[in-house]
C-alpha cells in the first residue's frame, strides 16, 4: 500500500530560527513530489514539485530536498517568520494519473515571537 | 482570477439529508478533483474529473456523486447524508498537461452531519 509518513506531527520554534521536516514515501512508481503549505482554515497551497531527476528545490525560504534512492525529502524554513505557522504537507504523485497523488498527515509548525 | 471558488463555507446537515457542494474554477484547467480531511489523516480523494463529461471514482467514492458539465464546474453531490461524512471537503484542480502542474485548492466546506 502507497504511504507517505511526516515527521514530526507538530514543532514548536522561535521566530527567525530554521527548521527542518521530514517525509518518507514508500509510494511506487514514483513520478513527483510536493510540498504544501496549508494556513487554519484555508486550502493547502504548492511550494514545491520535485520530479525523480531533481534533489534540491527552492521557493524563497523554502528549500525541499529529495532523495529517490532512500525515499526520503525534507523541508527546509529557513530565518522562520510567525507567518510560517501553518501545516505542511508532503505530497506524492505515482504512476501517470492524476488520482495517484498520495498525501502525508502533515507536520503543524507553530512559530512563538 | 478568483482561482479556486467553494460554496458553502459551513454546512450542518441532519442524517438522510441531501446537498450539493459547488465548486467552481476560472483558471481554464482540465482537472477537477474533490477530497475529504480527517484530523490524523491524509487528504482522501473522493472523485475527479480530467474534462467535462469525463468523471471517475477516487479512493473513497460512496456516498458521493460527481457530474462536470462544464469546464469551470464540478458540484459534488451527498444524496443521504451520514454522521461519517462530518469532514471538510476541498475542490482543487489543475491542467492536465503536466503531472508536474501544481494542484490549486479551494478553502474547504465544513461539513457537519448530525
Known amino acids: 500500500k502507497n504511504q507517505v509518513e511526516q515527521s514530526p506531527q507538530s514543532l514548536i520554534i522561535l521566530e527567525g530560527k530554521n527548521c527542518t521536516l521530514q517525509?518518507?514515501?514508500?509510494?511506487?512508481?514514483?513520478?513527483?513530489l510536493r510540498w504544501y503549505k496549508q494556513d487554519t482554515g484555508r486550502g493547502p497551497v504548492s511550494l514545491t514539485i520535485?520530479?525523480?531527476?531533481?534533489n534540491t528545490k527552492s521557493n524563497g525560504r523554502y528549500t525541499a530536498t529529495l532523495d529517490a534512492d532512500t525515499k526520503q525529502s525534507s523541508l527546509h524554513i529557513t530565518a522562520s517568520q510567525l507567518s510560517d505557522s501553518a501545516s505542511y504537507i508532503c505530497?506524492?504523485?505515482?504512476?501517470?494519473?492524476?488520482?495517484?497523488?498520495?498525501f502525508g498527515q502533515g507536520t503543524i509548525l507553530t512559530v512563538h515571537p | 482570477n478568483a482561482g479556486v471558488t467553494q460554496t458553502p463555507k459551513f454546512q450542518v446537515l441532519k442524517t438522510g439529508q441531501s446537498m450539493t457542494l459547488q465548486c467552481a474554477q476560472d483558471m481554464n484547467h482540465e482537472y477537477m478533483s474533490w477530497y475529504r480531511q480527517d484530523p490524523g489523516m491524509g487528504l482522501r480523494l473522493i472523485h475527479y474529473s480530467v474534462g467535462a463529461g469525463i468523471t471517475d471514482q477516487g479512493e473513497v467514492p460512496n456516498g458521493y456523486n460527481v457530474s462536470r458539465s462544464t469546464t469551470e464546474d464540478f458540484p459534488l453531490r451527498l444524496l443521504s447524508a451520514a454522521p461519517s461524512q462530518t469532514s471538510v471537503y476541498f475542490c482543487a484542480s489543475s491542467h492536465v498537461d503536466s503531472l508536474n502542474s501544481p494542484l490549486h485548492f479551494g478553502n474547504g466546506t465544513r461539513l457537519t452531519v448530525t
Open positions: 517525509c518518507n514515501y514508500t509510494v511506487s512508481p514514483f513520478s513527483n
Open positions: 505530497v506524492v504523485g505515482g504512476g501517470t494519473s492524476y488520482g495517484k497523488l498520495t
Open positions: 520535485m520530479t525523480f531527476s531533481e
